[in-house]
């Protein structure tokens, strides 16, 4: 008889990041300013034939946009539905079953959750020990290196000093480097110049958070050809929808524009969110990113979470953060937004204060 479901699944749960309709939603890092006008323009003047037909095979027309905007060949291209696709057909296209992907921790939950799901084993190596000394991330051979920059949840940039050292020591043997750079955006730097230099870096990145558009599910990413085929292999023809392909590539072609604007205003508004979290004592680390992470006034992420979204505030909780234990993640939104916060987590301090007394 075939065990079912397959051994190594029985353990898996389903993806539940605890995300109920909560009127001011800053949980989950997408694009608060909205979606980029020209991509949402072009879905609205969608063609029958939009729908009606097959996507182009292999999204040529996004991965030309991508090809142009970051000056590199198309054939250095691939696309995907969400960078989460990407990652996915990434790790499969050099690893197999049994095979070791290792990552910084704490890091993106979906690194584990994708080795898990195809059947390789996650080796987190705590990012204090990774800075040290990045061959700590290569022992025991992973087939695999995972490493988001700047770092979800922590905001953090790991310096490109180090991201080199990594490459050299991987070398063209080792193991492939898969750089997540979903919030590359915020930090103002990318590394997707390297990709096409190295012989086994992918750069991944998303038109989820930046770009505004979480509800089409699209990334792409940049690696050398004979890199970036094998993830095109992995990932299959026809994943990316024709209106998906169509508006990303409005997006990805707009970088300086609608984008760029809504960046400069989140960057202004993460410095002054930052100070409000220092004035109430809540220790907010260093982002690089659209979010900052702060630690639990309570002491437990979770009932601080929950205190908020009883206020029509949604936060992520997170567990066992160095140097902060729990911790909330908040994301960075217009300010009239971020006043609701700050509002609610006020109303929190508060009654926490009550309590204590
Ligand atoms: C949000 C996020 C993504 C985006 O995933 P999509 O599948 O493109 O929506 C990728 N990586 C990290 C680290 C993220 O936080």
Sequence with gaps: MTPFPRQDYASLRIYDPGRRPVPVDLSDNTNLWGPNPGALARIRSASPDDVRCYPEVYADTLRAAVAERFGVSPDCVTTGAGSDDILDSAFRAVAGPGDTVAFPAPTFVMAAELALVNGMRPRPVPWRQALADPRTLLE????????????????????????????????????????????????????????????????????????????????????????????????????????????????????????????????????????????????????????ILFAAPSGSAAEDAIALREQGVGVRPFQDIPELGDALRVTVAPWPLLERFLEAMDRRLAALEEISR
């Design 140 to 291: 025991g051979d992973p087939a695999v290196v995972y490493l988001c920059r700047p770092n979800n949840p922590t905001g953090s940039l790991a310096p490109g000093a180090w991201v080199e050292r990594l490459l050299d020591l991987a070398g063209p043997n080792g193991p492939l480097v898969v750089l997540d750079e979903a919030y590359a955006d915020f930090a103002g730097e990318t590394l997707i110049g390297w990709a096409v230099e190295r012989p086994k870096l992918l750069v991944a990145r998303t038109c989820s958070k930046a770009y505004g558009l979480a509800g089409l599910r699209c990334g792409f990413a940049v690696a050398r050809p004979e890199v970036a085929l094998e993830v095109e292999k992995s990932r299959g023809p026809y994943k990316v929808s024709r209106l998906t392909a169509a508006a990303a590539a409005v997006a990805v072609r707009d970088a300086g524009g609608w984008s760029a604007r809504t960046v400069t205003e989140c960057l202004a508004n993460r410095e002054r969110l930052f100070r409000e979290l220092v004035d109430r004592g809540l220790r907010p680390q260093e982002s690089s990113a659209n979010f």
